[in-house]
């Protein structure tokens, strides 16, 4: 296991959040560099080193307060290349970084932080590299730094697509999670193969990470809930991939509920929103069932 080393920035850390900066997408593929001292300049960022390298992992945040939370919703977005090729990545700016989640966190009525995966949106490192050992390690140390910097007694996290298999990866390794939600997840590449012998992740792809081979790790917590939620017909994450995770959670004992969501857009693939509203919902007390069925009642669709 790659040794994880966390520096911090403290309090005291005078904030650069309020520079408009632009993130070429070209970046995405060479790779985007922070300096240690830059990154520590800032309030919306951690310093990370993982097996003696560092890397500045930028979040944005809507509605923290400066003392204590008493709870909030992590966020991990999906991948922003497909194959090599950039995609969803029109917003590739902090302004719209930060009013997005500040536009979710009022939607979700909690606070709401979104971590800019490694190479995207602010991030140092290579999002080609993306669902490899090093983002995770990455993302599950920025996460705990988090909450420990803003004093989250209950944290939540939802994944969207790519973000969902690196979410799962953080469910590894943070039990105190209260409420998890994968959304139209990568969870079981064997099936996702299985289903689309042309997948791209079948030749180039080697190296992801693939979730299902990780529930073992999956420690018991008898306050969380799991919710993996998916949509019939996902072009891009098939739902049978996503059942598979869910049915071996369950048979390992853990509290998981699998159902489906209406997804945005014509690839049936798009359930961030869904995602973030499930985890607000689970932290807030709402049961299971309940959800499922808000969910199921359209309440909230994409």
Known sequence: MLRLVLTVAFASAVTTASMAETFPPETLNSGFKVDEASCKSRSDAVWIVVDG????????????????????????????????????????????QQANVEAFS??????????????VYGSSGSHGNRRQARE??????????????????????????????????????????YCVALTSAALSMKTIIRMDPQSIYDTTRANLYNPIDHVSEVKPDIRR???????????????????????????????????EGEAAGSYR?????????????CLKGASPAEIEKRVQAGEVKG
């Open 269 to 281: 693939h798009t359930l961030d929103r869904t995602g973030r509203s499930v985890t607000s919902w």
């Open 106 to 119: 009022a939607e979700i009525g909690l606070p709401l932080i979104m971590i800019a995966r490694p190479g």
């Open 225 to 259: 809930n799991v919710f993996v939620i998916g949509m019939e017909g996902d072009k891009f994450s098939p739902l049978a991939n996503q059942k598979e995770y869910a049915d071996m959670l369950k048979a390992q004992k853990h509290a998981v509920y699998f159902f």
């Open 136 to 177: 995770l390690r990455l993302v599950n140390a920025a996460i705990a730094e988090i909450r420990m910097r803003h004093r989250i007694e209950k944290a939540g996290l939802t994944g969207q697509s790519g973000g969902g298999a690196v979410a799962a990866y953080v469910l590894t390794q943070q039990p105190d999670l």
């Open 53 to 96: 390298a560092g890397d500045c992992i930028r979040y944005y945040a809507g509605n923290l307060s400066g003392g204590a939370n008493e709870a909030a919703v992590f966020y991990l977005h999906g991948d922003r290349l497909w194959g090599d090729k950039p995609i969803a990545y029109g917003d590739n700016t902090s302004e719209k």
